[in-house]
């Protein structure tokens, strides 16, 4: 409202003037119109505009733009258009520009022109135009507004740029970031692990001109001690603990153990309670077992010997065991022997003498409880003593004898059976290896225990059930790529059948695969054809790539892939009823609503799980869906840059492209931004072919026909007997603004609940608004069979309205389409029979002109 500081030259050119908008508030416009005289020339400059760092920006002009029809005598000189250009600047002094030094941006022309009839009715036919400059190189720039004898209101002019708004993805938070000079353009951006949260793998993601995050690439993983929850680590509560960054969450302390603190990485052992070293913090702490089983030896007058078993479940190596006796009832006062063996012998005792033994284990974890305890007496003093206990020492040492010379021998030889044994070791191990490949089964490059554990992307730890798709060429190799993510099987474990179709790189089969230790189960096998190129090669096993990522019930299953032998093959489950356009026009009509339903829905499940995973199909259609003998449904169809080129139905837009236009958004074709809404578009078209039991989308209309209907508004009418709902969520997806499609999970949930309650299914789109929803927005009404309005009133025999028509400004075919109920009544066609004359033959009449676009 305040003084903007524009200015206009010549001084009787562009004019300031207060108008009220059509909600009758004050706004401020600058206004010419010259229209009447010879060459205009007439310049509005706006103030500098900081572009605040932008390299593109976007002006939205709103004007007002008068009809030169409409103009008594005007045509001669009055124009409809102008002219916007701008000038760079880096500060607010390069205000004496000259008109040459100006760069234009375009000329401006208006969708609509109002006309005397709306000015009086205080109707302002708002244009909307938007132009986008770059790249800016300087701070800052000015706008002009050049106009030429036309009669203009400017009515607001808004002047922006785009940006990726902050935003926290995979614990990474992203800044805001202005998007780069080129309309095409994406911008790396690197994220920021968020608190307590370390770098996993490099957090990135592109900034797309349109103000988009897209592909995001990495993670951040809360650090030990600190848990994921709503993009934020969480630390873990006293009772709880995390040990390292890649466990999912925080788990509650394993028995016998705890801790008191905040974030902690393990817990503490109750007393009595131990875990060794090697043990992992999710193992419970346990007692060592006590020893149970005490037998007494040799028992002489002054000595007993004891010999006991190991305990059974020892918890970890025993290191020694101690043994504690005390004469009986003199239990203050009592001897403690170590010893590793399981006997000892206890000496200095007093003849005839009772004595109480117990027996601990120690192990890494420290001790165990004593064992019960165990009474033993001395032997008595016995007036005439023999020798003979003097036999057992003798027989003792002999044995003990023997035993050494053994552990010297053996100790002696441990020297070279180290070398024995490693060569042993991997003897054998070069026995397994051959053993591995023979047998049929899957083999890996890499047959480390760890790796099996853990899975590596490009050099960095990736846990499994880490859920974000990876691009195959990401990998500099794409071989790698595929034995990262698909199973290598063996040829002879594959029994090809019978051929079933032709893929782009060769024949698809039927098969059987036969894996150890497993029964043989059926097969569909897509071959690579024999002479490909490396690249086919690679796009060919690109599929197998992506497809190897995914483990969801309505995605079709990777079994694996054939590489080290030819033909190269992809190896995946068996879909007995094949594609699902196929099978439904075999069947048609066979099917209930539910049985439908059920089937998309399994889609809408599948691409869920995709969309979720980051992955953009781009070919959603019934044909690259498969269906098994149950009825399921399953996505299928994977490809890179390939996935486009061997559709059929895949044609080349005017950028190149090659795109399947039926089933495509309006912005993937216009500017190929592929995304999982653009993938909801052509859900909304799969839903179309399932309830139409295979039906093609738009018949036979040409691509560039379809393209211009949607473009304009219209959409596919309504399957036959198609539940209401379903079609309405049909329309949903083909919403042209994007955002405002429903977003996969919601589509589950719709349909989900539909077949919960499927009398919900029982209201169908009827026939009169099936045909009606063939006409959304500015349907070309007009050049239909009429020649005049006249004419037309008459067949219908509703002549006597004619005059009432003309009158009322309704004397062209164009004119008479916009006609609504309302106005009739208006018009003074009050009866109700008669009014439904008119607007049934209205609309049939749009019918028969959409019916060359889109018959029914
Ligand atoms: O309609 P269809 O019988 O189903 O013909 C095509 C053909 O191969 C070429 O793609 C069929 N097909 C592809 N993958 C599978 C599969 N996993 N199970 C069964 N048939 C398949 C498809």
């Known amino acids: 409202m305040g003084d903007l500081g524009w200015i206009a030259y010549p001084k009787n050119g562009w004019e300031e003037i207060g108008e009220v908008d059509e909600n009758y508030a004050p706004i401020h416009t600058y206004q010419v119109c010259k229209v009447m005289e010879q060459n205009q020339n007439n310049w509005l400059l706006t103030s500098w505009i900081s572009n605040e760092g932008a390299s593109r920006i976007f002006i939205e002009l709103k004007f007002t733009l008068r ?164 993009n934020t680590c969480q630390v873990c509560r006293p009772g709880f603990f ?33 875990r060794r070293e090697s043990d992992p913090p999710t193992m419970a702490c346990t007692t060592p077992s006590p020893v149970s089983s005490v037998k007494k030896g040799k028992i002489t007058k002054n000595s007993i010997s004891l010999s006991w078993q190991e305990p ?43 004595y109480v033994f117990q027996i601990r284990a120690r192990t890494a974890a420290g001790y165990g409880g004593f064992s019960r305890r165990f009474e033993f007496e001395t032997s008595p003093v016995l007036a005439a003593s023999s020798d003979q206990s003097q036999i057992p020492i003798i027989v003792v040492s002999v044995t003990v004898g023997v035993i050494l010379l053994a552990v010297v021998i053996g100790f002696l030889l441990s020297g070279s059976c180290c070398d024995h044994g490693c060569g042993w070791a991997s003897s054998l191990r070069a026995v397994a290896y051959p053993s591995l490949i023979w047998r049929c089964g899957y083999s890996k490059a890499k047959q480390d225990p760890e790796e099996e554990k853990m899975h590596f992307h490009n050099g960095h730890i990736k846990l499994p059930g880490v859920r974000t798709y990876i691009d195959p060429h990401t990998y500099e190799d794409p071989n790698q790529a595929v034995h990262e993510f698909a199973k290598e099987i063996e040829a002879s474990c594959i029994t090809i ?140 169809d994977f490809g890179l840059s390939r996935v486009l080129e061997d559709d059929p139905e895949a044609a080349y837009t005017t950028r190149g492209g090659k795109i399947p236009i039926r089933w495509t958004a309006p912005e993937a074709i216009a500017f190929r931004k592929f995304t999982s809404a653009s993938d909801v578009w052509s859900y909304g078209i799969v839903m179309w072919e399932v309830m139409s039991y295979g039906e093609r989308p738009y018949w036979e209309m040409t691509n560039q026909d379809v393209i211009k209907a949607v473009e304009e508004g219209y959409r596919l009418p309504s399957p036959m007997d198609c539940p209401a709902a379903l079609y309405q969520l049909m329309l949903d997806c083909w919403q ?48 239909g069979a009429y020649r005049s309005v006249g004419e037309w009133l008459e067949a219908i025999k509703m002549g006597r309205y004619t005059e009432i028509f003309m009158e009322n400004g309704y004397s062209s075919m164009d004119s008479v389409a916009q006609v609504t109920l309302e106005d009739l009544r208006r018009l003074g066609v009050t009866l109700v029979g008669h009014q439904k004359k008119i607007m049934n033959s209205l609309q049939e009449m749009k019918v028969q002109l959409v019916n060359g676009m889109v018959p029914l």
């Open 242 to 274: 995390k040990a390292s960054p890649h466990s999912p969450s925080c788990s509650k302390c394993p028995p016998h153990s705890y801790t008191l603190d905040e974030a902690s990485t393990s817990c503490l052992c109750e007393e009595h309670y131990f």
């Open 736 to 783: 042209k603004d994007r955002n405002s499609r429903p977003k996969f999970d919601e589509i589950v949930s719709m349909l989900d609940k539909l077949i919960r309650n499927p009398s919900s299914l029982k209201t169908l789109v009827n026939a009169s608004s099936r045909v009606s929803n063939l006409l959304v927005e500015h349907s070309p009404v007009g050049s």
């Open 67 to 230: 009809d030169c029809n409409s103009l008594p005598g005007g045509l001669g000189t009055c124009k409809e258009t102008f002219n916007m250009y701008y000038f760079e600047s880096d500060d607010e002094d390069g205000r004496n520009i000259r008109e040459n030094q100006y760069i234009k941006i375009d000329t401006i022309a208006a969708d609509e022109s109002f006309t005397e009839l709306d000015l009086g009715d205080r109707v302002m036919k708002l244009n909307t135009e938007v132009r986008d400059v770059g790249p800016l190189t300087k701070k800052g720039f000015y706008l002009a507004f050049q106009d030429v004898g036309a009669c203009i209101a400017l009515v607001s002019v808004r002047v922006y740029y785009k940006k990726c708004p902050s935003v926290i993805r995979n614990l990474a938070r992203f800044p805001d970031t202005i998007t780069g000079a080129d309309s095409s353009q994406l911008l790396e951006v690197s994220g920021v692990c968020v608190n307590h949260s370390v770098t996993d793998e490099a957090p990135k993601m592109h900034c797309s001109a349109e103000g988009e995050w897209l592909v995001p690439i990495g993670k951040c993983l809360c650090k030990a001690g600190y848990e994921e929850k709503n």
């Open 312 to 354: 059974d479940r020892p918890n970890g190596i025993i290191l020694e065991y101690e043994i504690k006796y005390f004469e009986k009832d003199q239990e203050t006062s009592y001897t403690i022997i170590k010893s590793k063996e399981t006997t000892i012998t206890a000496d200095g005792l007093k003849p005839g003498s009772a």
């Open 497 to 636: 059948e019978r051929v079933i179709g032709a893929g782009e790189f060769g024949e698809v089969c039927s098969g059987r695969l036969k894996l150890q230790g497993k029964r043989e189960f059926p097969v569909a096998i897509k071959t690579l054809k024999v002479g490909y190129t490396e690249k086919q090669r690679r796009d060919f096993l690109g599929e197998a790539s992506i497809m190897g990522q995914f483990d969801h019930p309505n995605i079709i299953h990777l079994e694996g892939v054939v590489t080290k032998s030819k033909p190269v093959m992809i190896v995946t489950e068996y879909m007995e009823n094949g594609s699902l356009d196929t099978f439904l026009k075999k069947n048609d009509g066979q099917f209930t609503v539910i049985q439908l339903v059920g089937m998309l829905r399994g889609i809408a499940s599948g691409m869920k799980y995709l969309s979720d995973m980051g992955y953009v199909h781009r070919d959603l259609a019934a044909r690259n869906i498969l269906i098994n003998s149950n009825l399921v449904c399953k996505v299928s």
